[in-house]
């Protein structure tokens, strides 16, 4: 599965941004891939911020319950980011991440930072 992400850039705290993580694959169907989105601020280790499930289902990070909303789009290969009420701890490199039959996948990452 090959992954690429975009969307990241400078935003005021307050604001909001939307990042897309397009997929594509000769072996796997989209709608059967979990697609999660993980970020990694500098000196800190890589976290998950929201992942969806092929059937939907959804889990956020608490850090950004309520802010953050991801959703995808199978007739695109898609998933979105929506990333509402930016605060400036929410900088980080944002990566996309799909998982399919135990196989984990990476895009390279896009970053975000948010200025006070």
């Known amino acids: 599965v090959q992954l690429q992400a975009s969307g990241g850039g400078l935003v005021q705290a307050g604001g909001s941004l939307r990042l897309s993580c397009a997929a594509s694959?000769?072996?796997?169907?989209?709608?059967?891939?979990?697609m999660g989105w993980y970020r990694q601020a500098p000196g800190k280790t890589r976290e998950l911020v929201a992942v969806?499930?092929?059937?939907?289902?959804?889990n956020y990070d608490d850090s950004v319950q309520g802010r953050f909303s991801i959703s995808r789009d199978n007739a695109k290969s898609t998933v979105y980011l929506q990333m509402n009420s930016l605060k400036p701890e929410d900088t980080a490199v944002y990566y996309c991440?799909?998982?399919?039959?135990?196989?984990?996948?990476w895009g390279k990452g896009t970053l975000v930072t948010v200025s006070s």
């Open positions: 991440n799909a998982v399919v039959l135990s196989r984990i996948y």
């Open positions: 969806i499930s092929s059937e939907d289902r959804t």
């Open positions: 694959s000769s072996i796997f169907s989209f709608n059967d891939i979990t």
